[in-house]
């Protein structure tokens, strides 16, 4: 080889190199944002779990009784009383002395003014549903937040004017048999014009409940095309805790313990191609669940009424099987009815 061939020949590499190295740069910068976006998201979602996890790792609830007599008789004023009803539903009949913030307006800047970090906010709806999502959410913004066990329908739903009350057990059947998943699924990233944990958590909740409806799943629905159906576009996923589930839940379901939802290990069995069907007790957890699952993307609903309505016979229940049977009755007490509190 002569030395200009050489000398050509070396040209030509350093040419090449050139050329792939631009093109390297090119496609990494062209990567870059995304890979950036990424990281941002994930720190977000580092934000959101542990806000999660701790509201799932507490008992946010709160018997009608013990509404009745430290706040409407006794007015202890460290706490605050709030309906998460509609207004219409509100002026019907309501508990004495709530404000009234409907749900589809709980993540607007002007109705978080009206809530005080002072107070113990303690949720009220028609069957307690809408209160666990108001109380999950608010719950991860730090307040201290309580639901009222099965809402107006436990405390006086004849009088409360209820357009959609307990209908009783429908008495489908249970199981004993584990069911699992073997599929591990790719934990979802929060993306938002927001890289603050609450303010992404705000502007989630917002865009979810903007309609409230699409967080709730009828047990019908669930029995003929899920367990009865074999529908896969389905995948039923039990809050209980793992002793109960031992002893009845819904045919088909997996569990994933309340207590445990807002876990990567956890997230990574959920697909996002799927309905969530969460079913827990009385609906309670799945109404917080289904929300928080709402905020990361899935689509998820809350079984109305949980295992109770499934069937109030199954040991599934636990050891508050009882007290939970005696949610379906009414105690009647009084309501307030008009909008005055709005």
Known sequence: MTIRSLKTSVFALLTALSLCSMAMAAASGATQPKQQAVSSDKSVLDEVLPASNAYFNRFPFMRAEDVFDKIVTAGDQSFLLVSVQSPDEYARGHVPGAINIPLPELANEQSLKRLSRDKKLVFT????HRSMAAALFLGQLGYETYAMSMGLSYWNGPE???ASPYPGSAGYPVSTV?????????PPVIAGNNTNGQE????RTRAVLANERNLFIDRKEVYDKAVKGGDKGYLLVSLQRPGDYAKGHVPGAINIPASDIAKLESLRKLPRDK???????????GGSAA????????????????????????EGLGEAKGYLVALEKTLNLPVEKGTLKR
């Open 178 to 186: 584990t069911a699992t998943t073997q599929e591990s699924h790719v």
């Open 200 to 203: 992404a958590i705000i502007e």
């Open 125 to 128: 709806c028609d069957n307690g």
């Open 291 to 314: 929300l928080f699952l709402r905020q990361l993307g899935y689509e998820a609903y809350d079984m109305r009424f949980g295992t109770l309505g499934w069937n109030n016979a199954t």
């Open 275 to 285: 309905k969530i069907v969460l079913i827990c007790y009385v609906g309670h957890w």
């Open 160 to 162: 409360s004017g209820i």
